[in-house]
């Protein structure tokens, strides 16, 4: 079982770096404008944090067999076919609501500091 929410981690947490690489390069992108760069990067996190609650909730109904970290999973390690299904949709809800919950604190931050940029009058354009 801790074989399975390791590959569960790695999968899920490749994904998120993934989209996070596309967002750190749309804020730098934009980083001649500081607070706009900030308001997009909290807007696409927090679609994010909503794509990964969506994919939680995806986990319960989702074949276990056509899951990532199904294919992922050595033989040795994979639970008998009875139980695999609400092992490794359990499994999956769970990685993915960690990572939901952690992206929605970093958008909630950048958030913050888009805020903070507004009420201080920093646009970036001077």
């Not at 769970?94 to 805020?115: E, K, N, P, Q, R």
Request: net charge positive.
């Amino acid at each position: 079982m801790e074989e399975m929410r390791r590959i569960a981690y790695q999968t899920v947490q490749r994904a998120c770096l993934f989209g996070s690489l596309a967002i750190f390069c749309t804020m730098v992108g934009l980083s001649f404008e500081p607070r706009l760069a900030f308001q997009v990067g909290g807007t696409m996190t927090t679609v994010m944090a909503v794509i990964l609650v969506y994919k939680a909730r995806e986990a319960l109904t989702k074949n276990y067999k056509k899951t990532e970290m199904w294919l992922y999973l050595p033989k040795d390690f994979r639970p008998p076919e009875a139980y695999a299904q609400r092992v490794s949709s359990t499994i999956l809800r769970d990685t993915y609501f960690t990572f939901a919950l952690w992206t929605s604190a970093i958008a909630v931050a950048m958030w913050a500091v888009t805020l903070l940029f507004s009420l201080l009058g920093i646009t970036g354009t001077y």
